[in-house]
């Protein structure tokens, strides 16, 4: 590393935000692949956009409230992904049209609560799109329970949650608890959603939790080395896309899901051109 790029670095630690924001951005990199690998491999990769509309509500509650918005959100989120899972297992018609609805209700539902909210929408924005730079100690200490929780149960029941969404006729054939570990796996996705929407937005959160692990799938050939890969993308293109972000003068959310784009993009063509050499 360079003297200039050295003291570069040096000088975003200078700052109390953004030492908070690179942990944030470091627990949200670990966290939304850990859930997102599953839910590719279900191929449910867009449910984060769906919980990130239902927990909108949440954090327009929590502003109309004057209480926490992130805990409201929590709640709202855990509810609606649970209600989702039970709808989604009907495998029904109606099922898809209903999970439209509560998707769309959710953030239909958010702009007219906010309406009603003394601090008005701007408050609403840094969910929306995110707001890294402003996460606070008190923020901190919930991502990182949260992060915990979600890393610890999809470490220690990766292999049941990985049967199950690959296959779930299999998975109850083997005597696996299907329903309970599809429950579980909905709401470590609400969890996951509560801790992005700070630093990418909830418009934006699906793409951390997708990207990394596309990414990750190009070079890996095994669904524990997508876990770990997945992961350390994560966690690098956040870390880079904040410091970025810093010093361009950009949305920090933007900047994130740009870095991880721009890698899968590196790594597809690197990937083609040696099969082409081969």
């Given at each position: 590393?360079?003297?200039?790029a ?9 700052y ?14 670990l ?14 990769a ?74 008005g ?53 083997s ?26 937005g ?10 990394p ?11 524990r ?24 003068d950009?949305p920090?959310?933007g ?24």
């Open positions: 590393m360079s003297a200039s050295a003291l570069l670095s040096i000088e975003v630690l200078d109390d935000f953004m030492r908070r924001a690179l942990v944030a951005a470091v627990l949200v990199g966290a939304a692949p850990a859930t997102g690998v599953f839910l590719v491999q279900r191929r449910l867009l449910i984060g956009d769906g919980l990130g509309h239902v927990a909108v509500t949440g954090v327009a509650l929590g502003l109309v409230l004057d209480r926490a918005p992130v805990f409201v959100a929590l709640i709202t989120a855990v509810i609606g992904a649970v209600v989702l899972e039970l709808i989604r297992s009907r495998r029904e018609a109606v099922a898809e049209m209903a999970l439209a609805i509560l998707f769309y209700g959710g953030i239909a539902g958010g702009v007219v609560l906010v309406s009603r909210a003394p601090a929408g701007r408050s609403l924005n840094q969910y929306l799109f995110g707001s890294i730079t402003t996460t606070s100690t008190s923020d901190l200490v919930t991502f990182g329970v949260l992060a915990v929780v979600v890393m610890t149960v999809t470490v220690a029941l990766g292999p049941a949650l990985f049967t199950v969404s690959s296959d779930e006729e299999f998975a109850r054939a005597g696996l608890p299907v329903v309970p570990l599809n429950l579980t796996l909905a709401v470590l996705s609400a969890l996951t959603v509560v801790i992005s929407m700070r630093v990418v909830v418009l934006l959160v699906s793409a951390l939790m997708v990207v692990v596309a990414a990750a799938q190009l070079v890996t050939r095994s669904f080395s997508t876990y770990l890969a997945g992961i350390l993308v994560g966690a690098v293109v956040s870390v880079s896309g904040v410091v970025a972000s810093y010093y361009l950009t920090p959310g900047t994130i899901v740009l870095f991880a784009i721009g890698l899968f993009a590196v790594t597809l063509i690197a990937q083609a051109l040696v099969r082409a050499l081969r």
